[in-house]
């Protein structure tokens, strides 16, 4: 960020990932007359504007009735989440579990969310590390687009796509083996090519 504020830009588009960190540094783009727009952060500081594809209430909760109908709405789920701080991946969750604890009562959060799911090998470490600590595992949402690359590829490798159901935000040429194999049952995107036509627009 600070490098493209010294190259003197005229426009920056961004997602944010740590909505604190990043608010003094745009900031400093704003008041060097750069426009900022962010998706993906609808709580951001120092912005001129967001642009949001989806609802997230609506897009967690999509989710969750997604992985509801895989698992017959009974079981243990863990949820992954780029990092603890990704402000929509969090809000997607919060929905996700909100619709749960309404709606499925035989469902149980199995732990804390984990951070990872934007990077494929973080998100098989930890659906390794899951299936061990959590042998009654059912499902699994993957917010960030790694998530359920990263669980789909060890559910695959175990055999377990009659046991485990993964579910969440992927891209299709990514997610396309995966879901052929049943070790990814339903993946969920907006168009990115939309999403940059939106930013570009503004």
Known sequence: MQDLIARKVSVIGLVPLDVKVLGPVLKLAQDAGIIVITQEGPDQENRTWD???????????????????ETGGEGQYIILVGTLTTPLHNAWADAAIAYQKANYPKMQLAT????????VDASEQV????IQA????????????SGPIGAG????????????AVVGT??????????MD???RKAFLWSPKEAGYAIRGC
């Open 182 to 184: 049943g070790a990814v």
């Open 112 to 119: 804390s969310r984990f951070p990872g799911s934007d990077e």
């Open 153 to 164: 590829n060890v559910v695959r490798q175990r055999h377990l796509q009659k046991k485990i």
């Open 51 to 69: 642009v949001e594809m989806v609802s997230s209430k609506a897009y967690g909760e999509a989710q969750m009735k997604a992985l509801a109908a």
């Open 170 to 179: 992927a891209i299709p040429s990514q997610v396309q083996s995966l879901i």
């Open 127 to 130: 659906m390794r590390e899951a």
């Open 134 to 145: 959590y042998p009654d595992l059912r499902g699994v949402i993957g917010f960030g687009s």
